[in-house]
C-alpha cells in the first residue's frame, strides 16, 4: 500500500472512531464535532509518523552487510569457546581425582 493511501485510509478511520466516540461521550452537537475533529487529526498525525518510521526504516536496512568479517569473527569466537572447554573439562576431571582421592584418605583414616 502507498504511503498517501495509507494516510487516506487511516484518517477516515479516525474520522469514523471519533464519530461513534463523539455520540458515546457528547451530549450537543459541539462536542461531538469536537470529539470528531480532534480524533480524527490524532489519527492523521499518527499515520504520518508510522509511515516516516517504516520509510526510515526501509532506508536504515539498504547497507551493505560484510559477511566474511562476521564469519571469520564467528569463526573464531567458536574455536576459543571450544578451548574454554578443553579446560574447564580438565578442571572438573582434576576436581573429581581430588575429591576421590581425599574420600579414599578419610575412608582409610577411619578403618
Known amino acids: 500500500m502507498l504511503g498517501e493511501n495509507f494516510v487516506y485510509f487511516f484518517t477516515v478511520w479516525?474520522?469514523?472512531?471519533?464519530?461513534?466516540?463523539?455520540?458515546?461521550?457528547?451530549?450537543?452537537?459541539?462536542?461531538?464535532?469536537?470529539y470528531t475533529l480532534l480524533i480524527t487529526i490524532f489519527f492523521y498525525l499518527f499515520s504520518h509518523i508510522i509511515i516516516?518510521?517504516?520509510?526510515?526504516?526501509?532506508?536504515?536496512?539498504a547497507y551493505n552487510f560484510?559477511?566474511?568479517?562476521?564469519?571469520?569473527?564467528?569463526?573464531?569466537?567458536?574455536k576459543e569457546?571450544?578451548?574454554?572447554?578443553?579446560?574447564i573439562d580438565s578442571a572438573c576431571k582434576i576436581t573429581d581425582a581430588a575429591v576421590k582421592m581425599n574420600s579414599e584418605d578419610i575412608a582409610g583414616q577411619k578403618l
Open 52 to 61: 516516516a518510521l517504516y520509510y526510515r526504516t526501509i532506508a536504515a536496512k
Open 14 to 34: 479516525g474520522f469514523f472512531v471519533g464519530i461513534i466516540f463523539g455520540i458515546l461521550k457528547s451530549m450537543d452537537a459541539e462536542g461531538l464535532f469536537t
Open 66 to 78: 560484510p559477511k566474511e568479517i562476521h564469519e571469520r569473527d564467528l569463526d573464531y569466537f567458536v
Open 81 to 87: 569457546i571450544n578451548k574454554r572447554e578443553k579446560l
